[in-house]
């Protein structure tokens, strides 16, 4: 068979539309791990590396869900993993890609498995899939009806008193750049002013204004608002202005052309600018080859946000060069990459370092930190920026900082620097010119306000001052709304607590407590007994209902997060998964509890740690917002609100920020979401695929060290027996308070039981739960030899009335072949000491158990 031409661009296609992506990921050595029903996704995994396989139009895709960069299809699949690593050229992507449909047989380095026959495209093309013109049609339809609904059919400005009222004059709207780009949309009794949105089809949407009114049509938002050349249509522009809206454009061309009367073009977005919006802007650059782009967003967290991304993405016009019989722009090298994002309290931004070597990079790292520390040193409240490494391989260094929203000015300089950094990296011929991107900042919030006080006669030092004033304000009115919702949020978890008091109180909790003392005897001896139908880590349907209440199961979104879940399915024979140790292993015997390498942090200060949340097939969404629903199901945990981008596959990619404090009363809870999240997603678990927490190791060690000495554990156990509510009782809980309390471990090795029986671990935890003392969850793992290994945290106080019972039972458990029980000498000197002057409650306790 011919080969066919190099440039060939027909050939790609059949690539994408031949090749079935799941197979040829096989013969590279990927397994398949799971797959649906319906086969039109797989989950692949080859060594660490896990890859989703999803259907696009007429071909597969890919998402590698350790690394977002890595995506798109079976072209791009071969070309970051051929080479031994080192990547393929687009030619010798073609060369292998023909080997594998015409059968030949392939090199031993790239496949671990020979095939002689061709891809089973039958399967493939038998996938489901959408007619996609049909939809694309349908969609222009919808587009088309609405924009028709607002302007009519008859488009031009009749009612100029909205502009009128923000300042704008009739000597600024009969401009030349103007005309034709403002209009009144008239709907039923109402008159807004109407912005048309343009992209290269055409009209895109339009945005609607008017007093105390805002509305953008609920389309894609693919298109900007653009004037015409101020010296009119067909002229060359020298200068592009862009700004947030048009009215900031209005107020800008008033405020300055008659200063700098150069032929401009207005620009818009109409607030946050999307992906495919500075898609837009650039092409425009392209075509009208200004000689100076003016960012003119507002002055605050989110304009200096928006002029951070346009520094990276803008360039001057590029080029167009011949490409496989086409054409296509040449982009300018990237050694450097940065992307800002923000939720509610923080702006964080993503800097990507591209090298040779990994010396390389750690060198660039750390050229950013000392410029980061030098703006720390400056700053009166102390340290306000953070700086992360998130990834590093011999390419490529990502690190993230952090700062609060007030403070993102601090970014921006950073990025400034950034930007002149990646200037002198670039070939010379690459390099853009020096006045070529500038930031043009309003003296208020921003121009149509600036325009306000101007129009008030107001200097500039005045109109300075006043910004400041209402800045002032509206952060005080912030910390007002903030303060308030702490206060409900307050409240509300004060009529949860009381609600579980009330349930835990209960005469049918009460009776099912008294059930379970009743088969106590029977079941402490440490057989594993038949029992009459599974056990359940529940002792009551009223305990199973408030557990799982606590976890919500989204089985929609693709969410496992039930506590029950996490102990019902141990880790596979042999092994425990990483990060799912019980929180209280540190105990003398195996390390001390205070390590001098861990930074304590202060109680109260307030932590971050970023999920970042995938979704596993194009076109969805939903999938971060259920993992924050699960986060912030308790109470005890506060998230920022969902960022989120589309790639060019449809995968959405969002991320949001999870706060806590490590003097919370939960904070062992919280830390165990976060250990059991990373080592299920590590795992592979399916569930967990695209789920990754990024947060710094200081953060990681303090809240381990704080879960440790938590007074409430994971899913500790009601007491088995009730106190009595009397005057005595209400005394004993008085006197608790001068008492210590005590943490011990026990941990138990048995033969695995069959199932549906009982174990010995089970056993040693009931018998301990009679005694009095308070026992965490048990977590069991099983060996290649078929033994179960499991640990509980049993927890007691020395002033408690139970003592004696306590500790007669703990040393009866840790004479127990097969038990252990972990505690420091001088805990266990103290509490066998304190547990002689009281009578033991219980006797022959220690016979029972041991048979």
């Given at each position: ?773 308070t026992v965490g969850e048990v977590h069991s793992s099983t060996d290649e030899q078929g033994n179960r290994r499991s640990d509980m945290l049993v927890s007691y106080w020395t002033d408690q009335p139970e003592l004696g019972r306590i500790s007669q039972m703990l040393d009866a458990i840790s004479r127990q072949p097969g038990s252990e029980v972990s505690e420091s000498s001088h805990d266990r000197g103290e509490r066998q000491e304190l547990a002689r002057g009281q009578e033991a409650e219980r006797p022959g306790v220690a016979s029972?158990?041991?048979?």
């Open positions: 068979m011919n080969a066919p031409r190099d440039n060939d661009p027909t050939e790609l296609d059949r690539f994408k539309r031949d090749i079935d992506l799941v197979d040829y990921a096989q013969r590279q050595g990927y397994a398949i791990k799971k797959e649906s029903r319906r086969g039109d996704w797989h989950h692949l995994v080859k060594d660490d590396e896990h890859v989703i396989v999803t259907r696009k139009g007429d071909h597969q895709v890919y998402l590698n869900t350790g690394d977002d960069r890595d995506a798109g299809s079976v072209i791009d699949f071969a070309k970051t993993r051929g080479g031994d690593g080192h990547g393929l050229n687009l030619g010798q992507v073609r060369q292998q890609l023909r080997e594998y449909l015409d059968g030949a047989p392939a090199p031993a380095r790239q496949y671990a498995t020979q095939y002689s026959t061709r891809p089973d495209t039958a399967r493939l093309n038998s996938l489901p899939v959408g007619d996609p013109e049909q939809a694309k049609q349908a969609e222009e339809e919808r587009r088309t009806r609405l924009i028709a609904e607002v302007l009519g059919v008859k488009k031009e400005l009749t009612d100029r008193s909205y502009l009128h009222g923000r300042g704008i004059t009739d000597e600024t709207l009969d401009s030349p750049a103007f005309q034709g780009r403002i209009f009144t949309a008239q709907q039923n009794e109402h008159r807004n002013t109407a912005f048309p949105l343009y992209n290269e089809h055409g009209l895109a949407s339009v945005e609607q204004k008017n007093e105390h009114y805002k509305s953008l049509l609920p389309l894609p938002k693919n298109g900007i608002w653009v004037s015409h050349p101020t010296e009119g249509k067909d002229t060359p522009v020298e200068r592009v202005v862009v700004s947030e809206s048009a009215i900031d454009s209005l107020s800008h061309y008033q405020l300055k052309h008659g200063q700098d009367p150069r032929n401009t073009l207005y620009l818009a977005t109409s607030g946050t600018p999307t992906e495919a919006q500075v898609a837009l802007i650039q092409r425009v650059i392209d075509k009208q080859a200004p000689q100076e782009v003016v960012l003119a967003n507002d002055r605050d967290a989110g304009g200096r946000q928006f002029n951070i991304n346009y520094l990276n993405e803008l360039q001057p016009a590029r080029p167009l060069v011949p490409v496989a019989e086409q054409e296509a722009y040449r982009e300018a090298s990237r050694p450097v990459e940065w992307h800002a994002t923000s939720d509610k309290y923080h702006t964080s931004l993503k800097v990507t370092f591209h090298h040779d070597s990994a010396e390389q990079g750690a060198s660039q790292v750390q050229q950013l930190s000392e410029r980061v520390a030098k703006i720390n040193s400056t700053q009166e409240a102390g340290p306000s920026l953070a700086v992360e490494v998130q990834r590093s391989t011999e390419q490529a260094t990502i690190v993230r900082l952090t700062v609060a929203r007030a403070d993102t000015a601090q970014l921006e300089v950073v990025a400034q620097e950034l930007y002149r950094q990646r200037e002198q990296l670039r070939p010379a011929a690459e390099r853009q010119q020096a006045a070529f991107l500038r930031v043009d900042y309003p003296l208020a919030k921003d121009f149509n306000k600036e325009l306000e006080y101007t129009s008030q006669g107001l200097s500039a030092e005045q109109i300075r001052l006043a910004a400041q004033r209402e800045e002032q304000q509206r952060e005080t009115e912030r910390q007002q709304r903030l303060a308030e919702a702490q206060r409900q949020e307050r409240e509300q978890r004060a009529l949860e607590r009381e609600a579980q008091r009330e349930r835990e109180n209960h005469p049918l909790a009460q009776a099912a407590r008294e059930r379970d003392d009743q088969r106590f005897n029977q079941n402490v001896g440490g057989t594993a007994v038949e029992a009459e139908q599974p056990t359940r880590s529940y002792r009551s349907e009223q305990e199973a209902r408030e557990q799982t209440a606590q976890f919500t199961h989204l089985k929609d979104a693709g969410v496992v997060l039930l506590r029950d879940w996490m102990h019902d399915n141990p880790p596979s024979a042999g092994r425990t998964a990483r990060g799912e140790e019980p929180l209280d292993r540190r105990s003398e015997r195996s390390a001390p509890m205070e390590r001098e390498d861990v930074r304590a942090a202060a109680p109260g200060e307030e932590k971050m740690a970023t999920w970042r949340v995938d979704e596993l097939t194009p076109h969805t969404t939903g999938r971060a917002e259920a993992w924050k629903a699960v986060l912030e199901s308790d109470g005890y945990l506060r998230t920022s609100e969902v960022r989120s981008s589309v790639d060019e596959q449809g995968i959405r990619r969002a991320d949001f920020d999870m706060h806590y404090r490590n003097d919370q009363r939960e904070i062992a809870l919280i830390h165990a979401i976060v250990s059991n999240t990373k080592a299920r997603a590590e795992a592979g678990h399916q569930q967990y695929a695209g789920i990754g927490i990024t947060e710094s190791e200081d953060d990681q060690a303090a809240r381990r060290q704080a879960a440790i000495q938590a007074e409430l554990q994971p899913a500790n156990r009601l007491r088995r027996v009730q106190e009595p509510q009397d005057v005595a009782g209400a005394d004993r809980a008085e006197d608790r308070a001068a008492g210590v309390e005590k943490k011990v471990l026990i941990e138990v090795t048995e033969v695995t039981p069959v199932p549906g029986a009982r174990g010995q671990a089970e056993a040693v935890q009931d018998a301990v739960v009679a005694s009095g003392a029972d158990l041991t048979r």
